[in-house]
């Protein structure tokens, strides 16, 4: 049954009282969310008919003057009322296009976030229109960066928000910021967004990443545990060991290997961590758990010489790690940001 609520026509906004052409823009429906089989809230996508100028469209996109003008199934009917059924946009976004289309600059926005922007993005790229934002770009596009730069799906809304209004800066900042934050299990709705290229590389970096920072933590875990043949005892030179209470390397490697296995467990690794975590973890946040671990191991006093100093280099290879990151791009996809910068002024001529 039908949402009581749910309007019957769409709401109709007047751009240009003597326009010829009615877009019918949006689907009217109710979005449902249950939880467990019972019905808990819903909210309604109301489509909006908008009565416009259908040459001042052709003359803002060359995509609209081709549907309006060219002979296709939205061009003017020898009869009746022209009307354009647009159902898979944005009514917002579209109202905010139009009426910049239509001077009517009181009805644009002053203020957007990720997701508003990310909408208005899609459409003015879809029909050509992304030259039009050109007054609005940098103030809207910092507004957007501020709200969702620190925020992992509004921040793959961003890197297709920079991707199409051609900001090289913010791009590459986005893209190295997902390879680090953001979760193994996310990573496939990038390619949604963003050319496939750029998805793979954003995603090779965060494995890269977590696999770099754990190859010392992992050599360190092998040579305690023995099974690096590296380990045994008689390739340690005995000596006093503050952390095992006597000359013995081999007591001194089980502690550490207790350690280690208790304290991969807290911040939720598996011991054989390698193989295992790969999923659910984000660069930064594994960063920081082997900060906490190498912070809680006792300072060691010892002619062990190797462990110790696997683990001394293990905890200071983290920063070094991080912050050797990089996202580097293409050339044509610098070409593209460039033409795409060029159009919004966000690219310097």
């Known amino acids: 049954m039908p949402c009581p609520d749910l309007p019957a026509e769409p709401a109709t906004v007047v751009f240009d009282a003597d326009g010829d052409l009615v877009l019918n823009v949006g689907i009217t429906k109710c979005e449902q969310y249950p939880f467990a089989g019972v019905h808990i809230s819903h909210v309604h996508n109301v489509?909006?008919?908008f009565r416009v100028c259908s040459r001042a469209m052709a003359r803002a996109s060359p995509v609209w003057r081709s549907m309006l003008f060219g002979g296709f199934a939205e061009s003017k009917p020898t009869s009746g009322n022209w009307v354009v059924n647009l159902p898979d946009d944005?009514?917002?976004?579209?109202?905010?296009?139009?009426g910049i289309v239509h001077a009517k600059f009181d009805d644009v926005p002053q203020t957007v976030g990720p997701h508003e922007l990310f909408d208005i993005a899609v459409i003015a790229d879809k029909y050509d229109l992304t030259h039009l934002l050109k007054p609005w770009a940098r103030v809207w596009l910092d507004q957007a960066w501020e709200q969702g730069k620190k925020h992992f799906q509004s921040s793959i809304l961003l890197l297709w928000i920079t991707w199409v209004l051609g900001d090289q800066n913010y791009f590459v900042s986005t893209a190295k910021w997902l390879a680090l934050n953001?979760?193994?299990?996310?990573?496939?709705k990038l390619s949604l967004y963003i050319p496939p290229d750029v998805s793979?590389?954003?995603i090779k970096t965060h494995y890269d990443t977590i696999a770099t920072l754990l190859q010392p933590w992992e050599q360190l875990y092998l040579h305690v545990s023995g099974a690096d043949s590296s380990s045994a005892s008689n390739g340690e030179a005995h000596g006093y060991c503050s952390f095992c209470g006597d000359d013995n390397p081999d007591k001194c490697h089980t502690l550490l290997l207790g350690f280690l296995q208790r304290s991969f467990r807290e911040a939720?690794?598996?011991?054989?961590?390698?193989?295992?975590?790969?999923?659910?973890?984000?660069?930064?946040?594994?960063?920081?758990?082997?900060?906490h671990t190498a912070s809680r191991i006792p300072v060691l006093v010892s002619a062990h010489w190797s462990s110790h100093t696997i683990v001394a280099n293990a905890a200071e290879g983290i920063n070094k790690v991080m912050g050797s990151v990089r996202f580097e791009l293409t050339e044509s996809e610098i070409k593209h940001l460039r033409a795409q910068g060029m159009k919004t002024g966000l690219c310097p001529q």
Not at 90 to 98: G, N
């Open 47 to 49: 489509a909006s008919a």
């Open 90 to 98: 944005s009514p917002q976004a579209m109202s905010t296009l139009l």
């Open 182 to 188: 953001m979760k193994s299990e996310y990573l496939f």
């Open 200 to 202: 793979e590389r954003i």
């Open 268 to 291: 939720h690794l598996f011991p054989e961590f390698a193989r295992s975590i790969m999923l659910g973890k984000t660069a930064s946040k594994m960063a920081l758990y082997l900060k």
